[in-house]
């Protein structure tokens, strides 16, 4: 699915134009290494941005209305209203193959032991007789779950997102995935299976930054020439991936709901030195460009050679992958290329730099190496831990933060569900031993009306 079907198709390169960026012999700080490596073209969050404002505002202004018509302009279909019926859930389910069946069992398995481990503890602390703090992590009620379409289908997705909420223990779960003109309307039924394997109910056919908009906003109910159209409540927290409208709707919204991270178009970095396999690194640069023509692939190495014979592989892989003129777009664009670094410690401030979402250490002493990294979504570490591993089976979660925010946002995981109470509860002589203390840090900050609190409760009678 596109958000911008009026926008200039970008020609599809004929060869691989895979870049090569040359940071060796320069000292440069992070600053300079953050300009150096390899991104997409900085006007692009801007166009989005505004478009995204655009559709923010219908939703919130003609709530189902601007729905329909969203759903008509980009997804080609033509909707009442976007609930998936309970029936269509269930009939996906039944109608999945019984392997994918197996497979997200099996994903679902391994991502609930991971997540139920992930669950923080209550903490009580005695500072004193009578003097206890507690800090309790408590869920959200609602959360709105994003899962994107288009040129692919997620239903690992789903687990992703579904998996870690259950196990903070939210009680209200609603999910959106973008309407499918080829399934009535609906989204992918695949999609719909693994929600329903799960034990989602409410599912809607909504798609990109208008899904964003109903989760963080609401629509209140209406009615239609078709009937009355029950409403969307509004979440407390949106999260998932999608492009970079879905990336920029939750920036927008956040403050008005909580969001995971910006978890936008995929990425994927490999620190690699002589010892690595050419031929697997360029496999896994190739499947992270088969997401989007947009995908970013990064190589860092201290090895010329290593680069040059994992060109060669990139130009042979990609003729022959399936979706190779969206692969060689996605790796020739300006987000994707190969750095050469002085050495290893470069490399590994290259990459903290970089911050990827998905970061693979493919060099002697991979799990050392792996240790040292500060910034990134998620770390795989040697030659059978490849990014392929976590979209699907790993157990760790593959909504994770995109474009240089890994530095400072951590993936999709039970926390983002939680929030921590603090709880005070102190006696009458527990107060008493740190009230003056308090008289006279509220004197200092000249706010005597806070001391004269604490002493009001010890006055005569």
């Given at each position: 699915?596109?958000?911008?079907?009026?926008?200039?198709?970008?020609?599809?390169?004929?060869?691989?134009?895979?870049?090569?960026?040359?940071?060796?012999?320069?000292?440069?700080?992070?600053?300079?290494?953050?300009?150096?490596?390899?991104?997409?073209?900085?006007?692009?969050?801007?166009?989005?941005?505004?478009?995204?404002?655009?559709?923010?505002?219908?939703?919130?202004?003609?709530?189902?209305?601007?729905?329909?018509?969203?759903?008509?302009?980009?997804?080609?279909?033509?909707?009442?209203?976007?609930?998936?019926?309970?029936?269509?859930?269930?009939?996906?389910?039944?109608?999945?193959?019984?392997?994918?069946?197996?497979?997200?069992?099996?994903?679902?398995?391994?991502?609930?032991?991971?997540?139920?481990?992930?669950?923080?503890?209550?903490?009580?602390?005695?500072?004193?007789?009578?003097?206890?703090?507690?800090?309790?992590?408590?869920?959200?009620?609602?959360?709105?779950?994003?899962?994107?379409?288009?040129?692919?289908?997620?239903?690992?997705?789903?687990?992703?997102?579904?998996?870690?909420?259950?196990?903070?223990?939210?009680?209200?779960?609603?999910?959106?995935?973008?309407?499918?003109?080829?399934?009535?309307?609906?989204?992918?039924?695949?999609?719909?299976?693994?929600?329903?394997?799960?034990?989602?109910?409410?599912?809607?056919?909504?798609?990109?930054?208008?899904?964003?908009?109903?989760?963080?906003?609401?629509?209140?109910?209406?009615?239609?020439?078709?009937?009355?159209?029950?409403?969307?409540?509004?979440?407390?927290?949106?999260?998932?991936?999608?492009?970079?409208?879905?990336?920029?709707?939750?920036?927008?919204?956040?403050?008005?709901?909580?969001?995971?991270?910006?978890?936008?178009?995929?990425?994927?970095?490999?620190?690699?030195?002589?010892?690595?396999?050419?031929?697997?690194?360029?496999?896994?640069?190739?499947?992270?460009?088969?997401?989007?023509?947009?995908?970013?692939?990064?190589?860092?190495?201290?090895?010329?050679?290593?680069?040059?014979?994992?060109?060669?592989?990139?130009?042979?892989?990609?003729?022959?992958?399936?979706?190779?003129?969206?692969?060689?777009?996605?790796?020739?664009?300006?987000?994707?290329?190969?750095?050469?670094?002085?050495?290893?410690?470069?490399?590994?401030?290259?990459?903290?730099?970089?911050?990827?979402?998905?970061?693979?250490?493919?060099?002697?002493?991979?799990?050392?190496?792996?240790?040292?990294?500060?910034?990134?979504?998620?770390?795989?570490?040697?030659?059978?831990?490849?990014?392929?591993?976590?979209d699907y089976c790993a157990g760790s979660n593959h909504v994770l933060p995109t474009s240089g925010t890994a530095a400072f946002s951590s993936g999709l995981n039970v926390t983002t569900f939680l929030r921590a109470i603090q709880v005070i509860n102190y006696s009458r002589s527990a107060l008493e031993q740190v009230s003056g203390h308090i008289v006279s840090l509220s004197g200092a900050e000249d706010l005597p009306a806070h001391g004269e609190a604490v002493t009001a409760r010890f006055a005569a009678r």
């Amino acid at each position: 699915m596109s958000l911008t079907p009026d926008s200039p198709v970008t020609p599809i390169p004929a060869a691989l134009n895979f870049r090569t960026v040359d940071v060796r012999g320069q000292h440069l700080s992070l600053a300079g290494l953050r300009a150096a490596v390899p991104r997409a073209q900085s006007g692009t969050m801007a166009d989005a941005e505004d478009k995204v404002q655009d559709i923010i505002s219908a939703v919130r202004t003609r709530g189902f209305a601007a729905l329909r018509e969203l759903a008509l302009s980009f997804d080609g279909v033509e909707q009442a209203h976007p609930r998936v019926p309970a029936e269509a859930l269930r009939a996906a389910l039944e109608g999945l193959d019984p392997a994918v069946r197996a497979a997200l069992e099996e994903s679902i398995r391994r991502a609930r032991s991971f997540a139920d481990a992930q669950r923080p503890a209550n903490v009580d602390v005695e500072l004193g007789e009578g003097a206890v703090v507690s800090q309790n992590w408590v869920p959200v009620a609602r959360v709105g779950l994003y899962v994107p379409g288009g040129l692919a289908v997620y239903p690992s997705s789903v687990i992703m997102n579904v998996v870690p909420a259950l196990a903070a223990g939210v009680d209200s779960i609603a999910l959106a995935s973008p309407p499918q003109k080829n399934f009535g309307g609906l989204p992918h039924p695949t999609i719909l299976a693994a929600a329903c394997l799960l034990g989602i109910e409410e599912v809607y056919a909504i798609g990109g930054a208008q899904a964003i908009a109903t989760f963080a906003y609401g629509i209140p109910a209406g009615a239609s020439d078709a009937g009355d159209l029950p409403g969307i409540d509004p979440v407390d927290v949106v999260t998932g991936p999608g492009n970079i409208f879905v990336a920029t709707a939750k920036r927008l919204v956040k403050g008005v709901v909580g969001i995971d991270s910006e978890a936008g178009t995929t990425e994927i970095a490999i620190l690699a030195d002589s010892t690595a396999s050419p031929a697997l690194v360029a496999a896994d640069l190739i499947s992270q460009a088969e997401h989007d023509p947009k995908a970013a692939s990064v190589l860092f190495t201290d090895s010329e050679a290593l680069a040059a014979e994992v060109r060669v592989e990139l130009e042979r892989q990609a003729a022959a992958t399936k979706h190779s003129s969206r692969v060689l777009e996605a790796l020739s664009g300006p987000q994707s290329g190969v750095v050469l670094v002085e050495d290893l410690e470069q490399g590994i401030a290259a990459c903290d730099a970089y911050a990827a979402e998905h970061l693979e250490i493919m060099t002697a002493d991979a799990a050392r190496v792996a240790a040292r990294i500060r910034s990134a979504g998620a770390i795989f570490v040697g030659d059978y831990s490849p990014v392929s591993l976590g979209d699907y089976c790993a157990g760790s979660n593959h909504v994770l933060p995109t474009s240089g925010t890994a530095a400072f946002s951590s993936g999709l995981n039970v926390t983002t569900f939680l929030r921590a109470i603090q709880v005070i509860n102190y006696s009458r002589s527990a107060l008493e031993q740190v009230s003056g203390h308090i008289v006279s840090l509220s004197g200092a900050e000249d706010l005597p009306a806070h001391g004269e609190a604490v002493t009001a409760r010890f006055a005569a009678r």
